[in-house]
């Protein structure tokens, strides 16, 4: 069993930055991992170890944002595509080297 935790918190004041940071580190605490920016995952060995996460996840929500949470069974889990890409970057041709004759 995996449980994924989806999160947009605002972080436009200091207080909201810092409940930002306060629920990211309570769910890397209890074994969560970055799966992409403000998605978080982690193996539950059964669905009962899975609802224990659950509420420690509830017992640190922010006051302000939006906090989802979804179960996937390990066979739903293994069908993911993930692709990562990246932007090409433009190379600067070579410079000629000038050879200097004494």
Known sequence: MWLFVFFDLPTDTKKERKA???????????????????IYVRHCPSIENAGVHQKR???????YGSVCMMCLTDRQFEAIEVFHAEKAKTVAPPRAIQLELF
């Open 20 to 38: 930002y940071a306060k629920f990211r580190k309570g769910l890397i605490e209890d074994g969560f991992n970055q799966f992409q920016y403000s």
């Open 57 to 63: 996840v509830r017992s640190i929500l922010p006051e």
